[in-house]
C-alpha cells in the first residue's frame, strides 16, 4: 500500500508561470517506480472552442526504444514549434490536445536513478505507461473521461499496442478514469522480422539494387530470422543490425528512414553495426537531418531544460543508449498478439499507417502480418475494398478498413508521415477522431 501510494505520488514543483513559448501548455514527473521519473509535455488545443476538453486528447510516442516524443515528436514532427522554433502550420494542437511521453523511462527528460530500474519488456513499459497516465489525470483531472488516443510511430507503435491492453485493463477495473478510443501505428515496429526479411525485395523493385545486391541483403535477413525462431533474440538483434549494413553497403548508403533521400557520407566510422543501427532507432529520422540532431540536443539541454525547470542532474537523452540496450533482447519480438487480443476482445479502433518511402519499417513487411492476423474481421478486412485518399484534389495514398481495423497507405512520405504529409496524415486523423 505504501508502495502505491508512492508510485502516484507526483513530483511538482512550481510550474505555474514556467514555460516554453507562447502556447499553453502544462508538463511534469510522475514517480511511476521506485526510481522511475517519467516526463510529459502537454500542448492544450489552439481551436476555438469553449473547454480544451471538447476536442481529444491525442498521446504521442516516439520510436527507439529511448526516442524522446518531447524533443524529436515536438519540435521536429508535430508540435507547435519546429526546430527552428518558427510556428508549424500543420502542428497538431490546432485540432487536438497533445501529450508528449518521454517513454520508456530513461528517455528524453524521463530519467531513472540507477540502470536497475529501466524496462526490459514491453509489457513493463506498458504498466509504467499506465502509472504516468495515472499522474497525469491526477494533476489535469479535467481530463478524465475525454476521448484518448495513443499514436505511436516506429517503436512506439509497438509499445502503444500493449498500453492499449494495461489502460483497457485499469478502465475495466476503475482503476483510471481514461477514456481510451484508439491507438494508431504509425510505420511501427510491430514485426521486426517481416520487416526485416522485406527490405530486400523492396529495394530490389525499387532499383536501388540488382540481384546479386538483394541475395547478399536477403542471406543476412534470413539468418536474423533463424536466429529469432530458435531463441536466440539478443543475437537475432545483433544480426538485424549486421543485415543493416550489409543494406548500406550494397545501396551506397540508402537512408532507412527515406529511400528517395541520401544518406550524408559522414557517419562515424568507429562505432559498431549495433551501434549505428541502434543510433538511427532512437534518432527515428532520416540521418540527412543529423545536423538538427545536434541542434536539438542543444536546445533540449539549455534553453528548454531552463523554461521547464527541469532538474539540473537531468540530461535530455543521455540515458538512451542504456534504454535500448536493456530492451534488446525484447527487440526482436512481434507484438502481432496483442494486437488480435485487442481486436478480439475490445472495442479499441486500430488504425495502421504507413509511409509508403520507408524501408525501416516498409509498407511490405507490414502488410505481411497484416494478412496473418486472425481476429473475427479477418475475412471482411481481406473482401473490403481498397480507396483512394483524396485531399484537396491531391491523391495522397490509400485506405483499407473494416471493423475496427484500418490501413492507411500514404504517399510521398517516408518513416515520419505527419511531417512528410500533413494532407494524408488528416484523412487517418480526421477517420480516427472526426476532427482533423
Ligand atoms: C505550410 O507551409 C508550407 C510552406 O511554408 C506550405 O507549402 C504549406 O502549404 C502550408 N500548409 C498549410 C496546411 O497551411
Ligand atoms: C550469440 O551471441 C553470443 C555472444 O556474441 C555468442 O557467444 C553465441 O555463440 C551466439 N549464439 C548463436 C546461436 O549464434
Ligand atoms: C568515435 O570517435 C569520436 C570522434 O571522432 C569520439 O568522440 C567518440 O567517442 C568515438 N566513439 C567510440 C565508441 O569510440
Ligand atoms: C483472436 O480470435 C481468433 C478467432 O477469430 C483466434 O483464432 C485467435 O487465436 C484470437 N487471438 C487471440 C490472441 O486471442
Given at each position: 500500500m505504501l508502495f502505491y501510494t508512492l508510485s502516484i505520488t507526483i513530483l511538482l514543483w512550481a510550474c505555474a508561470?514556467?514555460?516554453?513559448?507562447?502556447f499553453k501548455q502544462n508538463f511534469g514527473y510522475v514517480n511511476v517506480r521506485e526510481g522511475a521519473h517519467m516526463f510529459y509535455w502537454l500542448f492544450y488545443t489552439t481551436a476555438s472552442v469553449t473547454e480544451y476538453t471538447e476536442r481529444p486528447l491525442i498521446v504521442w510516442l516516439q520510436g527507439g526504444p529511448g526516442g524522446s516524443s518531447t524533443g524529436v515528436g515536438n519540435f521536429e514532427i508535430l508540435g507547435p514549434l519546429d526546430l527552428s522554433l518558427q510556428e508549424r502550420n500543420y502542428t497538431w494542437i490546432k485540432n487536438f490536445n497533445v501529450l508528449f511521453v518521454d517513454n520508456p523511462v530513461g528517455t528524453g527528460f524521463s530519467y531513472v536513478e540507477d540502470n536497475k530500474y529501466l524496462t526490459k519488456s514491453n509489457d513493463e513499459i506498458a504498466l509504467d505507461f499506465v502509472e504516468l497516465m495515472k499522474g497525469f489525470y491526477e494533476s489535469n483531472p479535467e481530463f478524465e473521461g475525454v476521448e484518448l488516443y495513443i499514436y505511436g510511430q516506429s517503436y512506439g507503435g509497438k509499445m502503444a499496442v500493449d498500453m492499449g491492453?494495461?489502460?483497457r485493463e485499469a478502465e475495466d477495473?476503475?482503476?483510471?478514469?481514461s477514456n481510451l478510443r484508439g491507438i494508431a501505428m504509425g510505420n511501427s515496429w510491430i514485426h521486426p522480422v517481416d520487416a526485416t526479411l522485406t527490405w530486400g525485395p523492396l529495394l530490389l523493385a525499387a532499383g536501388l539494387v540488382d540481384q546479386e545486391g538483394y541475395e547478399d541483403?536477403?542471406?543476412s535477413a534470413r539468418e536474423a530470422e533463424r536466429l529469432f525462431n530458435e531463441g536466440f533474440f539478443w543475437n537475432s538483434t545483433m544480426q538485424w543490425a549486421a543485415t543493416q549494413q550489409v543494406v548500406l553497403r550494397r545501396t551506397t548508403r540508402v537512408d532507412f528512414y527515406n529511400i528517395l533521400t541520401k544518406m550524408e557520407v559522414n557517419l562515424p566510422d568507429n562505432l559498431s553495426a549495433y551501434e549505428i543501427a541502434r543510433d538511427s532507432m532512437i534518432r527515428d529520422m532520416p540521418y540527412t537531418s543529423r545536423r538538427q540532431a545536434l541542434n536539438l540536443n542543444t536546445l533540449m539541454n539549455t534553453r528548454v531544460k531552463q523554461a521547464l525547470r527541469i532538474p539540473e542532474r537531468v540530461i535530455w537523452g543521455s540515458q538512451s543508449n542504456q534504454v535500448f540496450d536493456t530492451l534488446r533482447t525484447d527487440f526482436m519480438k512481434p507484438v502481432t498478439e496483442s494486437i488480435e487480443k485487442l481486436l478480439n476482445e475490445t472495442d479499441i479502433i486500430l488504425t495502421k499507417?504507413?509511409?509508403?518511402?520507408?524501408l525501416i519499417c516498409d509498407t511490405p513487411g507490414q502488410i505481411l502480418?497484416?494478412?496473418r492476423l486472425k481476429?473475427?474481421?479477418a475475412e471482411g478486412y481481406r473482401n473490403a475494398p481498397r480507396r483512394p485518399i483524396w485531399e484537396n484534389d491531391q491523391l495522397e495514398g490509400y485506405y483499407k478498413s473494416f471493423g475496427n481495423f484500418r490501413f492507411f497507405w500514404i504517399n510521398v512520405a517516408g518513416h515520419s508521415v505527419p511531417r512528410d504529409n500533413p494532407a494524408g496524415t488528416n484523412a487517418?486523423?480526421?477517420?480516427m477522431t472526426s476532427f482533423g
Open positions: 508561470n514556467a514555460q516554453f513559448g507562447d491492453i494495461r489502460m477495473t476503475g482503476s483510471i478514469k541483403i536477403q542471406a499507417y504507413n509511409g509508403n518511402l520507408d502480418w497484416v494478412d481476429w473475427p474481421g487517418f486523423l480526421r477517420d
